[in-house]
């Protein structure tokens, strides 16, 4: 009889040894529960952070792309009539570092370089940086260029190119800044563009077709910048990033390529002479030492 009861409590032993293992088993899985939701919490902030260029819309990519490429182009544009010449020019010179310089800033925010997401005006807004270090390094270039053609004094290139590094300075901390202190900065930008508009609008007398219509491009682009300021994410957000950012590469290419392309075609016109002129001019001067050192 005992032979037949103590299998029988030796499976009621087991029996309760396995109830008691089970708790102890399902605390771990009790315990993993809120460690998993907790790292899915975590997860969720990093899940809606934007992060450039992976967030970019498809058309604002190919509209960056489009403008690094464009100003690339013209960059290697410029260096070959720059090379084609027998005599290299300053004005040649300052067309390709503008194209070159906004090739670069292109392609940085092409990649989401220097791009931020703002998140503490009323909306949130992107701000691309890369683009006002551009306007604040290629705009000083075209001014310079366009001083080239009318041959203007020292003191008219630095009033010129001292207000549109102040215009640009001030539409750059705008734009980082939240409303309403940010429109006082584009309005004080603003202001310097109308020093400069008024600057170029004083030399168009007595000047050559090919300077006016270089200074239009320059005045018209200039306007459109500061529009753009304002209808774009910087300012009110009228604009979508796509329409500002269009915007903004068309306006671009006109600015830089377009102008350094009419200037340089009709750079001979532009500046009074004739290529070769100035060589044939050289050689006399040569002649003319040679003849007096013989005399001498």
Not at 62 to 72: R, W
Not at 133 to 146: F, K, Y
Not at 179 to 186: E, L
């Amino acid at each position: 009889m005992s032979l037949s009861i103590r299998p029988f409590f030796q499976m009621l032993q087991d029996e309760e040894a396995a109830a008691e293992e089970a708790p102890a088993e399902d605390a771990p899985a009790e315990d993993a529960a809120p460690a998993e939701a907790a790292a899915a919490a975590s997860a969720a902030p990093a899940a809606g952070v934007v992060v450039f260029p992976d967030d970019y819309p498809n058309s604002v990519k190919h509209m960056l792309l489009i403008g690094s490429l464009g100003m690339l182009i013209g960059a290697g544009v410029f260096i070959f009539l720059q090379m084609s010449r027998s005599k290299p020019t300053v004005s040649h010179s300052l067309c390709f570092l503008a194209c070159a310089v906004s090739a670069m800033a292109y392609y940085a925010m092409w990649t989401g370089l220097g791009t931020e997401y703002k998140t503490t005006d009323t909306t949130p807004r992107v701000i691309f940086l890369p683009r006002y270090i551009d306007w604040l390094l290629t705009q000083p270039l075209i001014l310079a260029a366009l001083c080239q053609i009318n041959k203007a004094e020292v003191s008219v290139l630095v009033s010129l190119i001292g207000n549109d590094i102040l215009m640009v300075l001030a539409f750059m901390i705008g734009a980082i800044n939240v409303a309403p202190f940010k429109y006082m900065w584009w309005f004080a930008g603003a202001i310097f563009l109308v020093v400069i508009i008024v600057n170029l609008i004083q030399r168009l007398d007595g000047q050559n077709d090919v300077y006016k219509i270089c200074s239009y491009i320059v005045m018209a682009c200039s306007c459109i910048y500061a529009l753009a300021w304002v209808l774009g994410s910087e300012g009110t957000a009228s604009l979508g990033l796509t329409q500002e950012v269009a915007f903004v590469v068309l306006t671009d290419l006109v600015a830089k390529l377009g102008f350094g392309l009419y200037f340089l075609f009709n750079y001979d016109t532009a500046m009074g002479e004739e290529e070769g002129a100035g060589d044939e001019k050289d050689g006399l001067n040569d002649e003319d030492n040679q003849q007096s050192q013989q005399f001498v």
